[in-house]
C-alpha cells in the first residue's frame, strides 16, 4: 500500500512540475557544441540575458538537464534600485519592533 502511495505521490509531483513548466513556457534553442567542448549561446539569448565575453556563470547538471544560470555580479546587484524604500527612522523604528 505505502509503495502505491509513493508513487501516486511521485507522479502527482511530476505533474505539477510539468505544469508549472509548462505555464512558464521557456524558450528553446537549440545550440552547437564546438570541436573543444564549447557552447555558443546565440546572440539573441546573450543580449536577452545580458551576457558578456568571460563572464562567469553557474552550471548546473539534473539528470539529463544542463542549466546555466547568469551570475551577478557585486557591481550589478548594487546598481539594481530597491524594491523596497523606507526611510532611515523607518528601518530604525522597525529594527526595534524585531527585538
Known amino acids: 500500500m505505502i509503495h502505491l502511495f509513493i508513487f501516486l505521490l511521485e507522479k502527482i509531483f511530476n505533474f505539477e512540475c510539468y505544469l508549472q513548466y509548462m505555464t512558464t513556457m521557456p524558450e528553446k534553442f537549440i545550440l ?18 545580458g ?16 542549466i546555466i544560470h547568469k551570475l551577478h555580479t557585486i557591481e550589478n546587484i548594487l546598481e539594481t534600485p530597491p524594491k523596497v524604500k523606507i526611510s532611515y527612522h523607518a528601518w530604525k523604528q522597525f529594527k526595534k519592533e524585531m527585538k
Open 32 to 49: 552547437k557544441i564546438g570541436s573543444k567542448g564549447e557552447i555558443f549561446p546565440p546572440k539573441e539569448i546573450r543580449k536577452k540575458l
Open 51 to 66: 551576457l558578456i565575453p568571460n563572464q562567469p556563470i553557474l552550471v548546473t547538471v539534473h539528470q539529463d538537464k544542463l
